[in-house]
C-alpha cells in the first residue's frame, strides 16, 4: 500500500469511528430521552380518584379517564340527585352516561405498566427467599422471578424476561403473576394450556380435550366461568357476613345471660343464708347443701356457656379468615388459580357450626329461694320432703337451653357400625353390621380378646369424638340396654365392671316395654315417662351432655346427664332375651 493510500485510509476509518460514535451518543440520547417520557406520562396515567395507574379505563364526555370502578363509585352515590359530574372538572351530565372501555389508553397503560415492573425491580432484591419463585433459567444462584410464561412454561427473572419485551417472536405470549405451580396451568395428557372449564365434569380443560373426551360437554373459556363463580364468591362474603353478624349477636346474649346468671345465683345464695340462719340448729346441714347444690350448678352452666363462647370466638375467627381468604381470591388475576382454589374454599364451607342454641337471657334461682321461704314456715319433720324440690329447680336454672327438634340434631349424625370381635357368642351380626340378633345357640367364633364372653353386649367399631347423634330401634316386647362405654370396660368375666351402666366406665338407658330406667355406676333411675321403640341418644363429648330422645312424629327428651368424659366413647347393646335384636338406624 502506497504512502497516500495508506493516509486515505487511515483518515477514512478515523471519520467511520467518529461517525458511529456520535451514532452511539445520538442513540444514548434518544433512549434516556423515551425513558424521561415514560417517567413523565406516568403520571398522565393516573385515575384522578385513586390515584393508581388507570385500571379499564374510560372516557367520559368531557374528555377525562377513570378507573370504571372509580368513576361508577363516585356516580352510584349520585343516583338520587340523578345528575352525575365530573370528578375532575365537575362538568355535569344528565342522564348517566353508558360507559364504555377505551381500548387504546389501556393498551398503553398495559405497557407501561410491563415496562415499569421490569425497570422497578430491585438488584438488593433480586436473589430467591423463602416463598419466592426461583428463574428457571438461572444457573448456579437462582434470582428471583418476577413474571411466569403459559406458554415457555417458565418463570423468569429480570434479566432473562427481557426477550418477552423485546424480541418479536415472544411478544404474543401470554405473561402472568408469578406461580410455582405453572404445570397446573398444562393439560398433562395433551401437554397444552388449560384455558376452557367443562361445567359437565368442573374442571380445567385445554382445547384439545374439549374436541375428544369432553366433546359432548358443557364447556365455557375461564374467563366466563370465572365471572359465573365471582358473583357466587360475593354471595359466598355475604352468607358468611351475615353469620358472623349473629354469632356476635348470640356472644353478646350469652355475656349478658351469664353475668344474669351471676348475680341471680348469689341473690339466691344469700337468700339461702338468711333463711337458713333462722332455722334450728338441725337444719345447718341443709344450708351447706343447698349452697353447694347452687354453686355447683352455677359453676356448670358457667363452665358450659364459657365452653360455647370459647367456640363461637373461634367460628368467628375461622368465619373472617374465610372472608379474607374469599376477599383475596376475588382479587386475583389468575383464572385458573381461582377457579382451583374457589372449588377448595367452597368444599371447605361445609365445616360444621356449632349447635343451634337458646340463651335464656334472666337465668334465676326464684324457685330455689321461694321453696327455702315455704320450707321456713313448716315444722322440722316436713323439712327433709320439701328439701326434694330445691335440686329441681336448681336443675331447672340453664343460660343454654338445648335443642330438641330432630332436624337440630341431624346435623350431628354419624354412621355406626357393630364391631364383630366384641360381639357375644350368641350375637348375629346382618345388613352391613347394622343389626344385631341374639341367638339361642353359640356361634363357633374365636375368643377374641375384645369380645364379651358372658353377657350379651357388643359396642360400636367407631368411636364417639365431639358431637355425635345416632338412632336405634328395637322391638317393644323386648328388653335391651342402649348405652354407651369406654374402651377400656372389662369384657371377661359376670362382675359389674363387664355391664354396660353397672359401673364408672358405661353409662346406659333401660328400655322394656312397661319402663324405662337409666342405669350408671351400678345405680338405677326411673323415669316415669313412656316407653318408645325408637330411641335417639346425642352426645357431646367435650360439654360432657348425654341424652336420650323418644323419636316418633316429635322428639322428647328421655333423660339427660352431665358429667365429663375422660376418654373416647362407643356406642353399644345389651341384648337381654333369646331372638331380641337392635337396628342402627339411617338419617332418614
Known amino acids: 500500500m502506497s504512502s497516500s493510500t495508506h493516509v486515505l485510509y487511515h483518515n477514512t476509518q478515523e471519520v467511520l469511528t467518529s461517525e458511529l460514535t456520535l451514532n452511539d451518543t445520538i442513540t444514548?440520547?434518544?433512549?434516556?430521552?423515551?425513558?424521561?417520557?415514560?417517567?413523565?406520562?406516568?403520571?398522565?396515567?393516573?385515575?384522578?380518584?385513586?390515584?393508581?395507574?388507570?385500571?379499564?379505563?374510560?372516557?367520559?364526555?368531557?374528555?377525562?379517564?377513570?378507573?370504571?370502578?372509580?368513576?361508577?363509585?363516585?356516580?352510584?352515590?349520585?343516583?338520587?340527585?340523578?345528575?352525575?359530574?365530573?370528578?375532575?372538572?365537575?362538568?355535569?351530565?344528565?342522564?348517566?352516561?353508558?360507559?364504555?372501555?377505551?381500548?387504546?389508553?389501556?393498551?398503553?397503560?398495559?405497557?407501561?405498566?410491563?415496562?415499569?415492573?421490569?425497570?422497578?425491580?430491585?438488584?438488593?432484591?433480586?436473589?430467591?427467599?423463602?416463598?419466592?419463585?426461583?428463574?428457571?433459567?438461572?444457573?448456579?444462584?437462582?434470582?428471583?422471578?418476577?413474571?411466569?410464561?403459559?406458554?415457555?412454561?417458565?418463570?423468569?427473572?429480570?434479566?432473562?424476561?427481557?426477550?418477552?419485551?423485546?424480541?418479536?417472536?415472544?411478544?404474543?405470549?401470554?405473561?402472568?403473576?408469578?406461580?410455582?405451580?405453572?404445570?397446573?396451568?398444562?393439560?398433562?395428557?395433551?401437554?397444552?394450556?388449560?384455558?376452557?372449564?367443562?361445567?359437565?365434569?368442573?374442571?380445567?380443560?385445554?382445547?384439545?380435550?374439549?374436541?375428544?373426551?369432553?366433546?359432548?360437554?358443557?364447556?365455557?373459556?375461564?374467563?366466563?366461568?370465572?365471572?359465573?363463580?365471582?358473583?357466587?364468591?360475593?354471595?359466598?362474603?355475604?352468607?358468611?357476613?351475615?353469620?358472623?353478624?349473629?354469632?356476635?349477636?348470640?356472644?353478646?346474649?350469652?355475656?349478658?345471660?351469664?353475668?344474669?346468671?351471676?348475680?341471680?345465683?348469689?341473690?339466691?345464695?344469700?337468700?339461702?343464708?338468711?333463711?337458713?340462719?333462722?332455722?334450728?340448729?338441725?337444719?345447718?346441714?341443709?344450708?351447706?347443701?343447698?349452697?353447694?347444690?347452687?354453686?355447683?350448678?352455677?359453676?356448670?352452666?358457667?363452665?358450659?356457656?364459657?365452653?360455647?363462647?370459647?367456640?363461637?370466638?373461634?367460628?368467628?375467627?375461622?368465619?373472617?379468615?374465610?372472608?379474607?381468604?374469599?376477599?383475596?381470591?376475588?382479587?386475583?388475576?389468575?383464572?385458573?388459580?381461582?377457579?382451583?382454589?374457589?372449588q377448595f374454599l367452597c368444599a371447605a364451607s361445609g365445616c360444621k357450626d356449632s349447635p343451634s342454641i337458646i340463651v335464656s337471657q334472666h337465668p334465676s334461682f326464684y324457685g330455689v329461694g321461694k321453696s327455702l321461704s315455704d320450707m321456713k314456715k313448716r315444722l322440722e319433720e316436713f323439712c327433709e320432703e320439701d328439701f326434694i324440690k330445691i335440686p329441681e329447680h336448681a336443675a331447672g336454672v340453664q343460660m343454654i337451653l338445648p335443642s330438641q327438634t330432630r332436624e337440630d340434631l341431624l346435623q350431628y349424625f354419624c354412621t355406626l357400625t357393630l364391631d364383630p370381635n366384641t360381639g357375644h357368642r350368641s350375637f348375629i351380626l346382618s345388613e352391613k353390621n347394622t343389626v344385631v340378633t341374639r341367638n339361642k345357640k353359640f356361634q363357633r367364633i374365636s375368643n377374641h380378646p375384645e369380645r364379651f364372653d358372658s353377657y350379651a353386649q357388643v359396642l360400636s367399631k367407631e368411636s364417639l369424638c365431639g358431637r355425635c347423634y345416632w338412632e336405634v330401634e328395637w322391638k317393644s316386647e323386648d328388653k335391651v340396654f342402649v348405652s354407651v362405654s369406654y374402651k377400656e370396660i372389662n369384657r371377661k368375666g359376670w362382675g359389674n365392671d363387664c355391664m354396660f351402666g353397672h359401673n364408672n366406665q358405661s353409662w346406659s338407658l333401660m328400655c322394656s316395654s312397661s319402663t324405662l330406667s337409666f342405669w350408671h355406676n351400678n345405680s338405677e333411675t326411673v323415669l316415669d315417662v313412656p316407653s318408645s321403640s325408637r330411641i335417639g341418644v346425642y352426645v357431646d363429648h367435650s360439654a360432657g351432655t348425654l341424652s336420650f330422645y323418644s323419636v316418633s312424629d316429635t322428639m322428647k327428651l328421655l333423660h339427660r346427664v352431665h358429667t365429663t368424659f375422660t376418654q373416647p366413647l362407643y356406642a353399644g347393646f345389651w341384648i337381654w332375651d333369646s331372638e331380641s335384636s337392635v337396628r342402627l338406624c339411617d338419617a332418614k
Open 28 to 342: 444514548c440520547e434518544f433512549r434516556k430521552m423515551a425513558e424521561a417520557s415514560i417517567s413523565v406520562d406516568q403520571d398522565q396515567f393516573l385515575c384522578p380518584v385513586c390515584l393508581d395507574l388507570l385500571k379499564d379505563p374510560v372516557t367520559i364526555h368531557c374528555g377525562h379517564s377513570f378507573c370504571k370502578v372509580c368513576i361508577n363509585g363516585c356516580w352510584d352515590q349520585e343516583d338520587q340527585s340523578g345528575v352525575y359530574s365530573c370528578p375532575q372538572c365537575r362538568d355535569t351530565f344528565t342522564p348517566r352516561p353508558v360507559l364504555h372501555r377505551n381500548n387504546i389508553l389501556a393498551e398503553v397503560v398495559e405497557k407501561l405498566k410491563k415496562k415499569t415492573e421490569v425497570q422497578a425491580a430491585s438488584p438488593a432484591h433480586c436473589y430467591t427467599g423463602p416463598g419466592d419463585v426461583a428463574c428457571d433459567f438461572c444457573t448456579g444462584r437462582k434470582h428471583k422471578a418476577i413474571k411466569s410464561c403459559l406458554v415457555c412454561l417458565a418463570s423468569f427473572c429480570i434479566t432473562h424476561l427481557k426477550p418477552h419485551y423485546e424480541v418479536p417472536a415472544f411478544l404474543k405470549h401470554e405473561l402472568v403473576e408469578t406461580s410455582g405451580n405453572i404445570q397446573k396451568k398444562i393439560c398433562s395428557q395433551h401437554n397444552k394450556l388449560v384455558e376452557i372449564y367443562c361445567r359437565t365434569d368442573q374442571r380445567c380443560i385445554c382445547v384439545l380435550c374439549s374436541m375428544h373426551e369432553h366433546k359432548d360437554h358443557n364447556t365455557v373459556s375461564t374467563a366466563t366461568e370465572r365471572n359465573q363463580k365471582q358473583s357466587e364468591l360475593k354471595e359466598e362474603q355475604r352468607k358468611s357476613q351475615q353469620r358472623i353478624q349473629e354469632k356476635q349477636k348470640k356472644v353478646q346474649e350469652l355475656k349478658q345471660a351469664a353475668n344474669n346468671l351471676k348475680l341471680s345465683a348469689q341473690t339466691a345464695v344469700e337468700d339461702n343464708d338468711r333463711i337458713f340462719n333462722e332455722l334450728i340448729s338441725s337444719m345447718e346441714k341443709k344450708r351447706s347443701e343447698v349452697t353447694e347444690l347452687i354453686r355447683a350448678q352455677e359453676k356448670a352452666e358457667l363452665s358450659r356457656a364459657e365452653r360455647l363462647l370459647e367456640q363461637l370466638e373461634q367460628e368467628i375467627a375461622d368465619l373472617q379468615r374465610r372472608v379474607t381468604e374469599l376477599e383475596q381470591l376475588s382479587h386475583t388475576h389468575d383464572h385458573i388459580h381461582f377457579l382451583q382454589t374457589f
